[in-house]
């Protein structure tokens, strides 16, 4: 009954979680609720996997993912991208990497798949695609931050006019890594305005934010120069999250009046 009204019913007009529900109440088996009762319609699948993410049943979710990736639309594949971002913070490297490399395959042609043993390196490093923020592409989480992305070959400018918070991140992604290897991120910047010690530097965490060591520098350079970031991934961690952070530097702390205490300035 619950496949019938599912499959005739309006799932983007209506919740269907409480279908759903009754259906895991009727059986505890995964694989059979979704053969019996889950039709095979994109749209009804993805909302699916949706209710699956939000009771905390992502770790039975992956065929459900891969009948979204066959069956759904663009819309539909969000629900994929939220499954990979739940991964992605719980840890879970393989799972979050078969969605993600799903969603590419699907639909972001231009980026490469995630190959941590055979071909590591960051997702749309050149920013040719505007960043979808979502999965293992860039982030750029906050306010008191201007993040523009523009020129040839693309750029992006980030502007901070001294309302960011003390600590943030201004532009992150999550990578996928080998446990106990060695990275190599080179970078190129300019910045404007930007003193040295700004407190503005790669930092490289692990998915629970507990720092990586890196030897990373404050980023000040009214020149265009080429940066380094090094670092070894932790032996138990295949993800890390990788961000140009702003920290306050301690000497701001009590010198300057209220909107000087914060850098400002601009960096591409």
Same mark, same amino acid.
């Given at each position: #009954?619950?496949?019938?009204?599912?499959?005739?019913?309006?799932?983007?007009?209506?919740?269907?979680?409480?279908?759903?529900?009754?259906?895991?109440?009727?059986?505890?088996?995964?694989?059979?609720?979704?053969?019996?009762?889950?039709?095979?319609?994109?749209?009804?699948?993805?909302?699916?996997?949706?209710?699956?993410?939000?009771?905390?049943?992502?770790?039975?979710?992956?065929?459900?993912?891969?009948?979204?990736?066959?069956?759904?639309?663009?819309?539909?594949?969000?629900?994929?991208?939220?499954?990979?971002?739940?991964? #992605?913070?719980?840890?879970?490297?393989?799972?979050?990497?078969?969605?993600?490399?799903?969603?590419?395959?699907?639909?972001?042609?231009?980026?490469?798949?995630?190959?941590?043993?055979?071909?590591?390196?960051?997702?749309?490093?050149?920013?040719?695609?505007?960043?979808?923020?979502?999965?293992?592409?860039?982030? #750029?989480?906050?306010?008191?931050?201007?993040?523009?992305?523009?020129?040839?070959?693309?750029?992006?400018?980030?502007?901070?006019?001294?309302?960011?918070?003390?600590?943030?991140?201004?532009?992150?992604?999550?990578?996928?890594?080998?446990?106990?290897?060695?990275?190599?991120?080179?970078?190129?910047?300019?910045?404007?305005?930007?003193?040295?010690?700004?407190?503005?530097?790669?930092?490289?965490?692990?998915?629970?934010?507990?720092?990586?060591?890196?030897?990373?520098?404050?980023?000040?350079?009214?020149?265009?120069?080429?940066?380094?970031?090094?670092?070894?991934?932790?032996?138990?961690?295949?993800?890390?999250?990788?961000?140009?952070?702003?920290?306050?530097?301690?000497?701001?702390?009590?010198?300057?009046?209220?909107?000087?205490?914060?850098?400002?300035?601009?960096?591409?």
């Amino acid at each position: #009954m619950a496949r019938q009204a599912l499959s005739i019913g309006d799932v983007t007009a209506h919740d269907a979680a409480p279908l759903f529900r009754l259906c895991w109440k009727l059986s505890q088996n995964p694989a059979t609720v979704l053969e019996r009762a889950i039709p095979d319609v994109g749209a009804v699948q993805s909302r699916y996997l949706a209710f699956l993410v939000r009771e905390n049943l992502a770790q039975v979710a992956e065929p459900v993912t891969q009948r979204v990736v066959a069956l759904g639309g663009e819309r539909d594949l969000d629900a994929v991208l939220d499954y990979c971002d739940g991964l #992605m913070a719980a840890g879970d490297a393989d799972h979050a990497i078969r969605a993600w490399n799903a969603v590419c395959w699907r639909t972001l042609h231009s980026y490469h798949p995630l190959a941590p043993l055979t071909s590591p390196g960051l997702t749309n490093s050149d920013f040719a695609s505007t960043p979808i923020q979502r999965g293992s592409d860039w982030r #750029m989480p906050l306010s008191g931050v201007d993040v523009e992305r523009g020129g040839l070959p693309p750029r992006l400018w980030i502007t901070l006019d001294g309302r960011q918070p003390d600590t943030c991140e201004l532009l992150a992604q999550v990578l996928a890594v080998v446990p106990s290897r060695r990275y190599r991120l080179r970078f190129r910047y300019q910045s404007d305005g930007i003193r040295p010690a700004s407190g503005v530097r790669w930092r490289v965490a692990d998915v629970a934010a507990r720092e990586i060591p890196s030897d990373s520098s404050d980023l000040a350079s009214e020149k265009e120069v080429t940066g380094t970031l090094r670092f070894r991934s932790p032996r138990a961690a295949s993800l890390v999250r990788q961000a140009l952070a702003y920290r306050r530097p301690p000497s701001c702390l009590s010198v300057f009046s209220r909107a000087g205490r914060r850098v400002t300035g601009r960096l591409r």
